[in-house]
């Protein structure tokens, strides 16, 4: 039955961000920039962190898994939607959208993950020094990397699992760039109450949830380390403000889309762009530019390839 149902719409129509060409024209420049922005830093900085020996260590080792997710996340959507305003062609396949979403949660759930393991990574490297290496084990990084991707794949699945055999009989139109379930579920030809209730519940509350936990937990380092020695608290706030505002501008329109997922004014669409576009160069110029030992081995990885060239 939900076969005949939702094959009645085979494809949907992203209404993007504006339609004024103007608009159009300066987002479509906007994007493409900042998209070739995200891919050499988020790349520049995997690379660096695979191939310089100087940076393999826990914290660099969840940098480059940050970086990655992000590159990721970017090119989920903005590549699609700078085609669109591009060709005018804003359309997507009914599976293509399911993808999209799928996608979507498993790379938004392994990042929060990611956040809360590179809290924790701040967190003994602050407060228990001496056990660093111990508790920050090459095994332990790799269980928090792979816990990350499972319960994002977990959380997907579980996302998904009501939702994607809704029918879909009438309207067609997305009001926004990219496919996520509150637009999805707006769209079915059933009464979606339970499922919107759903969705919030799972993403919404975890969202808010993992946002309270870890500006929970930045406080905790301040204050352990306020009573330990008030001269290094400068110093923890300092390194802690980069992640403070990672988690801010990722976390914020999540809450925001999930929490209020049906507004009357489309802010939350504007509000993605913090996710896909902003986030994702922040994440690489906060992490490097303020960092000397990427700095320096980012040096030497040029050098090396510059030696490399005079020989060839």
Not at 117 to 144: G, Q, T
Not at 261 to 282: G, N, Q, R, S
Request: hydrophobic fraction near 50%; aromatic fraction near 14%.
């Amino acid at each position: 039955m939900y076969e005949a149902n939702y094959s009645e719409v085979s494809e949907f129509i992203l209404l993007g961000l504006s339609t004024c060409k103007p608009v159009q024209h300066f987002l479509l420049a906007f994007s493409a920039v900042f998209y070739v922005i995200i891919v050499l830093g988020n790349i520049l900085v995997v690379f660096t962190v695979t191939f310089d020996p100087h940076l393999h260590s826990p914290m660099y080792f969840l940098l480059g898994n940050l970086s990655f997710i992000d590159l990721c996340f970017s090119t989920l959507t903005v590549p699609n939607m700078i085609f669109d305003l591009y060709s005018g062609h804003n359309t997507i396949s009914f599976q293509g959208c399911v993808i999209q979403i799928f996608v979507l949660h498993v790379l938004g759930g392994s990042e929060m993950v990611l956040l809360i393991a590179m809290a924790l990574d701040r967190y003994v490297a602050i407060c228990k020094p001496l056990h660093y290496l111990i508790i920050m084990s090459p095994r332990m990084c790799i269980l928090l990397v792979s816990g990350a991707w499972v319960i994002g794949l977990i959380h997907s699945v579980a996302q998904l699992a009501f939702v994607v055999h809704l029918p879909f009989c009438g309207p067609n139109e997305i009001d926004s760039f990219y496919c996520d379930l509150p637009w999805f579920i707006k769209l079915a030809c059933a009464d979606t109450y339970r499922m919107e209730f759903m969705v919030t519940a799972n993403s919404g509350f975890i969202s808010t949830g993992t946002f309270i936990l870890l500006i929970i937990s930045y406080i905790f380092i301040l204050v352990t380390v306020w009573k330990h020695s008030s001269g290094g608290l400068s110093k923890a706030l300092s390194t802690l403000s980069a992640h403070i505002t990672v988690v801010v501008l990722f976390f914020g329109p999540c809450i925001f889309v999930y929490m209020w997922p049906f507004p009357t004014v489309p802010v939350d669409k504007f509000l993605a762009i913090l996710d896909f576009m902003i986030t994702p160069i922040l994440n690489p110029a906060i992490y490097t530019l303020r960092n000397k030992d990427m700095k320096m081995a980012m040096r030497r990885l040029s050098s090396q390839l510059l030696n490399l060239r005079k020989i060839s």
